[in-house]
């Protein structure tokens, strides 16, 4: 009797983000451990095959992979209604065909450009704690909340008061992630580290 391994069905359920344009497929399968946002088709040519996949349909405008999710960001002239099911199976047919999702290397590569637009100079005494403090508070209660919406927040720099962090996937763009980031995460901030004035975003 031969020993035939089945491999459980690639699932895939939708969920609304805060930002209509967006729309969340979650996946009971791990797609990428880490973060991946594609703006444009340019950085999926280099980077992600799955994500130059979905750029080849007229309806993606960016796409945005962490974990067991991606995130597809559709052009205005397009309706979920229509184009929903597409995205679902295309994307679920690419899971199932076992195809690289994320080249080897983007980490890598990502860090390394990161630390070239870094911000221009290192932080010094008192500052270093600063923001510490600071990517700490966005990693342990800002990204968990933005994930489930199927977005990213990204710390950039400290400078004179002020947090410039970088917003990603269905965050960027996304009508209300303003109200988010005013009233949620400055509030939250400005209590908790007394040295932050402001935090404003830039679009990543």
Known sequence: MENTVTK????????????PESLKFVSNRMIYKGTADF???E??????????????????????????FVTVTKELNYSWEDIKLKAKQFIID????????????????????EAANGVGYEYSGEEVELVRRIKDLLNTYVKPA????????????FKDGIVTVVLQGSCSGCPSST?????????????????????????G
């Open 146 to 157: 933005v994930e489930m919406d199927g977005g990213n927040i990204e710390f950039k720099q």
């Open 39 to 41: 703006r444009e088709e």
């Open 43 to 68: 950085l999926a040519k280099e980077w992600s095959p799955l994500a130059l996949a979905l750029f080849q349909q007229p309806y993606v405008k960016g796409v945005y992979i962490c974990n067991n």
């Open 94 to 113: 690419y899971i199932d065909s076992g195809d690289t999702v994320i080249n080897e290397g983007f980490e890598a590569a990502m860090a390394e450009q």
């Open 8 to 19: 459980s069905p690639v699932l895939i359920y939708t969920e609304q983000t805060p930002n």
């Open 179 to 203: 109200v988010t980031l005013k009233a949620g995460i400055e509030g939250m901030m400005k209590r908790m580290i007394p040295e932050v004035t402001e935090v404003v975003s830039e679009m």
